[in-house]
Nanobody, 127 residues
Framework: QVQLVESGGGLVQAGDSLRLSCAAS????????MGWFRQAPGKEREFVAA????????NYADSVKGRFTISRDNAKNTVYLQMNSLKLEDTAVYYC????????????????????WGQGTQVTVSS
């Protein structure tokens, strides 16, 4: 069983940056594709970004492309989401997820399989 713990959320102003982290608490993540999702109040959870097990491939939602960067450090069992130029509409609870299929490179939202979830971290962007 993979347990994921997100951190790094907070309250920032529009235009600021934040870096979220997602660490595996028990098992290593090197063979799993990882993703970030978010859920705003009253809305469904949506895909934000995903990264392949090696880090060689990434995919982003159009709404964050060019502003957010997903990366991973397999030696630290940690995945990151660097968020720049934050907007009011980025306000949400951010969740990381792991695709439990080893060595998967399926990073499209319809292909990524969220087998494991973290508890989420709140990001609030104010004007």
């Amino acid at each position: 069983q993979v347990q994921l713990v997100e951190s790094g959320g907070g309250l920032v102003q529009a235009g600021d940056s934040l870096r979220l982290s997602c660490a595996a608490s028990e098992r290593p993540l090197p063979t799993y594709a990882m993703g970030w999702f978010r859920q705003a109040p009253g809305k469904e959870r949506e895909f934000v970004a995903a990264i392949s097990w090696s880090g060689a491939s990434t995919n982003y939602a159009d709404s964050v492309k060019g502003r957010f960067t997903i990366s991973r450090d397999n030696a630290k069992n940690t995945v990151y989401l660097q968020m720049n130029s934050l907007k009011l509409e980025d306000t949400a609870v951010y969740y990381c997820a792991a695709d439990g299929r080893p060595y998967s490179r399926l990073l499209q939202p319809s292909q990524f399989r969220s087998d494991y979830w973290g508890q989420g971290t709140q990001v609030t962007v104010s004007s």
